[in-house]
């Protein structure tokens, strides 16, 4: 029989609603359960694509054993990390202050009151490697729950308290200056991996936030080391398993530092990023690697990940069937040399493993190995190889594929709409803008309700119950302001305005200018979430600070921009010491020294001249640059008031720190007034 998750929109929540566990969602009912029973509360929170997660479930909690004795002693809880993010943060931060380390799922023993007592992470269903069983855990708190009462309530006092104390440095609150990037510059310098790209060892992340300051700091300095990083790491990557080389995309993170071994798992959130970032190695490059991944990763988001309602699904899992009826990790994109005949014959089968980098003893497990692109002197010829990877292609999309997370969440969404607008318009794919303009759509549509405040998910087209976060309210701004620039369509810029000023009011420290991870009227946790480092995604406090300084630049809107450089004191503090976990924060401040510049294009929509000026505008790599292109004096865009054409001809402006260069009609000068 279903428990009470079997009514939830989450698809995590919902892979869980026919355990045995009478789990509750988080609710204020839950903790009053626990209240009027006596008992404590197990927290659980994971995710639907997390391999970890899926085998504590499989171990524990389909085991009817277990599900008896936690019914019998413990009012069980299971929370979505993607959907509540705020209730992940706050524990998440207890588990780490406590064990010095975290992660998921995440499992957490609460009073009624909600206040932690003991965490962990995964337990094993027997003792393994010094770590008790489950059913060890369960019966040592209920032991001390019934036995030692006073203590574990002194004890969960006292770790609500040290969070309470845990307040963010702030720094001085000034922006940072061209020093403090300086020193970024160095701190990734010295973290970077010269042989293989990237970062620090192994496991490797792809750092696209801070890929991205790297090319808008070589943008506004001329250094040619940071372009070098950020086109070296983008080449690896992009030759390494962590990239599908023949679905396109990237896996979550690899395994080892040569990118060789992925966690399976795809998001969108990595996807969109990433996507963005190769666009904008292509802008300053030319690269045609740099164009291939961003098109192959952008085409994968919206065939794969996006769904009937036009939004797009938050991730597939890394965990699939191996045909044997046995869920296996990247079962569905790894080969064997025998798989590769089957499909190719015994000619093509050489091509393509000496071509993906494919061995007899494999790469991965079990004499499998992850396609790659090895780095290799080799010529091939390009007509053979698009045929072994179509029929590659073909042979693995008969295989059982990886379950989708059809989750819609905002803040993710709002990425993926930046990215594929700027995509589109680059590589002249207007299917990709109207892909970017559906999932902007449905968000309006669904997601924001009549304070145009977003709700975090949706799923089916059914609106999830739980408010959006500060990156929600961020991305999706930042998403929209990207959709203003590359289609002039001002109702973008006016949608971003609303959940800007919601930032201004509800998320901000009027004394401080710091910024809450929730609002203020937001459900009360034991700790209000605050965290500015950059991590999977931008936080939602380097993000709020992007779309803040674009919105500002776009609109002439001082308290928007006072905001932004508010906010990014806190990267004049922590970018020197943690270039790594502040990437778009570094980001942001580069487009801050920078300007940003403001673009305007007038002239009519479909005369060659705009298009040509419209075009040279987004291509510019000035970091932040805004874009606003519409007929002449229009009123759809503030950057285009008052602006007429120059001679008759479509005309630009370019303007940056209260100062405008002549209006051009000339590409040229444009180019060279975009690149200085």
């Known amino acids: 029989m279903p428990n009470r998750l079997a009514h939830e929109t989450s698809p995590y929540l919902l892979q869980h609603a026919d355990n045995p566990v009478d789990w509750w969602p988080w609710s204020a009912e839950a903790f009053e359960e626990a209240r009027r029973t006596g008992k404590p509360v197990l927290l659980s929170v994971g995710y639907s694509s997390c391999h970890w997660c899926h085998v504590m479930a499989h171990e524990s909690f389909e085991d009817q054993e277990t599900a008896d004795y936690l019914n019998a002693h413990f009012v069980g809880v299971k929370v979505d990390r993607e959907e509540r993010p705020d209730v992940d943060a706050v524990y998440m931060e207890a588990v780490q202050a406590a064990t010095g380390q975290g992660g998921w799922p995440m499992t957490v023993f609460l009073t009624a009151d909600a206040e932690p007592f003991y965490f962990g992470t995964y337990f094993p269903p027997e003792p393994r490697h010094g770590s008790p069983s489950f059913r060890q855990v369960l019966e040592g708190v209920h032991s001390a729950w ?31 200056g061209e020093g403090e990037l300086a020193q970024a510059l160095l701190g990734l310098t010295r973290d970077y991996d010269a042989t293989h790209g990237g970062f620090g060892g192994a496991p490797k992340f792809p750092p696209s936030m801070a890929v991205e300051f790297l090319l808008r700091h070589h943008a506004r300095t001329g250094a040619e080391g940071a372009l070098q990083m950020a086109a070296d790491t983008c080449e690896r990557m992009a030759r390494g398993g962590i990239y599908d080389q023949l679905g396109g995309g990237f896996a979550r993170y690899s395994v080892d530092r040569e990118w060789v071994v992925p966690h399976f798992e795809k998001m969108l959130y990595d996807n969109a990023l990433l996507c963005r970032v190769y666009a904008h190695l292509w802008r300053a490059t030319g690269s045609d690697l740099a164009r291939r991944v961003a098109l192959e990763t952008a085409d994968f988001m919206v065939r794969e990940l996006r769904t009937n309602e036009g939004g797009f699904a938050s991730a597939f899992d890394a965990d699939s069937d191996d045909g044997t009826g046995k869920h296996v990790e990247g079962a569905y994109y790894v080969w064997t040399p025998r798989q590769l005949r089957e499909v190719l014959g015994e000619q093509d089968a050489e091509l393509a493993a000496d071509y993906f980098g494919v061995t007899e003893e494999g790469t991965f497990e079990e004499g499998a190995s992850v396609l790659q692109l090895p780095q290799s002197e080799g010529v091939f010829d390009a007509d053979r190889i698009a045929s072994v990877k179509a029929r590659l292609k073909a042979a693995r999309d008969g295989r059982p594929a990886p379950g989708r997370d059809d989750k819609i969440v905002a803040a993710w969404n709002g990425l993926a709409i930046a990215a594929l607008a700027e995509t589109g318009a680059y590589f002249d794919r207007p299917d990709l803008v109207d892909a970017a303009l559906g999932a902007a759509d449905l ?55 609303f959940l800007l000023d919601h930032v201004l009011v509800r998320f901000t420290d009027e004394e401080t200018g710091a910024l809450y991870d929730t609002a203020a009227d937001a459900e009360k946790l034991i700790r209000r979430p605050q965290d500015p480092t950059d991590n999977a995604t931008p936080s939602g406090w380097s993000a709020a600070a992007g779309a803040l300084l674009s919105y500002a630049a776009q609109t002439g ?120």
């Open 146 to 176: 019934t036995d030692r009462r006073g203590e574990v309530d002194e004890v969960a006092g006292k770790i609500v308290r040290d969070l309470a104390g845990r307040e963010i440095g702030f720094g001085d609150a000034q922006v940072p």
């Open 443 to 497: 968000l309006v549509r669904l997601h924001l309700d009549e304070h145009a405040r977003p709700a975090r998910t949706s799923m089916d087209g059914r609106v999830g119950a739980h408010a959006g976060v500060l990156e929600d309210y961020a991305d999706v701004a930042e998403g929209f302001l990207a959709l203003a620039s590359v289609t002039g369509e001002g109702v973008w810029l006016e949608f971003a305005g």
């Open 557 to 676: 809107s001082e308290p928007h921009r006072r905001a932004a450089e508010r906010a990014l004191g806190v990267v004049k503090a922590l970018g020197p010491r943690a270039p790594r976990f502040i990437g778009w924060g570094l980001a942001t401040a580069e487009a801050q020294l920078d300007g940003p510049r403001e673009v305007a294009v007038v002239g009519p929509a479909d005369a060659p001249a705009t298009k040509e000026l419209h075009r040279i505008a987004l291509l510019a790599t000035a970091p932040g640059a805004v874009v606003a292109v519409g007929a002449a004096d229009s009123d759809e865009l503030p950057l285009l008031a008052d602006r007429s054409l120059i001679g008759g001809e479509p005309t630009a402006y370019v303007c940056r720190n209260f100062t405008c260069d002549a209006p051009t009609a000339d590409a040229d000068r444009l180019r060279a007034a975009l690149s200085r």
